[in-house]
């Protein structure tokens, strides 16, 4: 089928779940921040549960064909993973700075990193059992891990302690597609935000992430949340630089930021999940505004190599905008799809 259509991976969260007041206050948590859920910790796994089985449900109503968990069990897309790891001290937090410059709380890395246990293979395991679909399932990326970290170890080098997570993070991969996954997503957002050091040694970390790897990889690379970064620049700064990634798809935004798709032509071969969605706008878009934005595409990239999503994660937006517009987009790629 032409057009399928999937989230880049967070679905909003229900207010009985977790505190989204609290959650918009400190996004997102790079250490774990369990006092955003306002579930009793004897209990939280079992609403977890139950909240991520609503959000697989909203994506089969809405239409969508490749699902995700919706990310629902995470306080942020990359703490989940990274404080799952050998060599981190969580109880004794470091800081570093955000892709707008502010300080955090982070992640402390005093040893060599290393996966002690695999980390979403339950998850993926539970949305298989809840869905006949297809199924993503997102991780973060060893190059924006070691941004999100204050590295302690390895002489302060955050080059040697990327490819320490990527060790990491390829054994993580090649379990969840030996458990099923039809498509294991990397999401990379430092790569946009600090692309010298993306060049110098960024890709080298995620092909190592890669390796050996023969399932359906995709790679997520943005402008940020628009909850927290408004702007966005007209181009990515880091972008055909992945031509030389092993991965099979790039997640890119091309809504909000109403990208020049001519930058996609260097990048032939690789399919696109190609953001239509503006997360920026509270308005819900008309299945026109969608169709228009995937066919704007279209001259620079093949039809069958186009898979259409929202531009990032649908974490901070109320429940009932998503919904609608995963509906609109759903009914958008419908139009297109129609014309072939």
């Not at 990239?301 to 259409?308: L, R, S």
Request: aromatic content about 6%.
């Amino acid at each position: 089928m032409l057009f399928p259509t999937t989230l880049v991976g967070s679905f909003p969260q229900p207010e009985w779940l977790i505190d989204r007041q609290k959650l918009a206050g400190r996004f997102p948590p790079r250490v774990r921040a369990r006092e955003l859920w306002r579930i009793p910790a004897q209990y939280l796994a079992e609403a977890q549960e139950d909240a991520t089985i609503m959000a697989i449900k909203a994506q089969e109503d809405a239409g969508i064909d490749i699902i995700t968990d919706g990310e629902i069990r995470r306080e942020s897309y990359s703490n989940h993973f990274a404080t799952a790891l050998n060599g981190v001290d969580l109880d004794n937090p470091g800081t570093a700075l955000d892709r707008s410059g502010h300080p955090n709380p982070v992640p402390r890395v005093i040893g060599p990193i290393s996966r002690r246990h695999a980390v979403t293979v339950d998850d993926l395991l539970f949305m298989k059992r809840h869905s006949k679909r297809q199924v993503k399932i997102t991780v973060p990326g060893p190059f924006t891990m070691a941004q999100q970290a204050q590295i302690d170890h390895y002489g302060g080098s955050r080059q040697l302690a990327a490819m320490d997570y990527a060790i990491a993070l390829n054994a993580e991969i090649k379990d969840l597609f030996a458990a099923g996954a039809d498509v294991v997503q990397i999401d990379e957002p430092y790569m946009q935000a600090r692309p010298d050091e993306a060049r110098a040694w960024g890709l080298d970390a995620l092909n190592a992430a890669l390796l050996g790897v023969t399932g359906n990889t995709a790679v997520h690379i943005c402008f940020g949340y628009a909850a927290i970064i408004h702007e966005r620049p007209s181009g990515y700064s880091f972008l055909p630089e992945f031509a030389q990634c092993s991965c099979k798809q790039l997640s890119i935004e091309t809504a909000q930021s109403n990208l020049d798709c001519s930058t996609l032509v260097p990048l032939k071969g690789k399919k696109f999940i190609l953001g239509v969605i503006d997360l920026s706008d509270p308005n819900i878009e008309t299945p026109d505004v969608v169709a228009h934005r995937i066919e704007r595409a279209l001259p620079y990239v093949d039809a069958a190599d186009i898979i259409v999503a929202p531009d990032c994660g649908m974490k901070y937006l109320p429940r009932a905008t998503a919904v609608g517009k995963l509906e609109a987009m759903v009914a958008g790629a419908a139009l297109v799809r129609g014309k072939r």
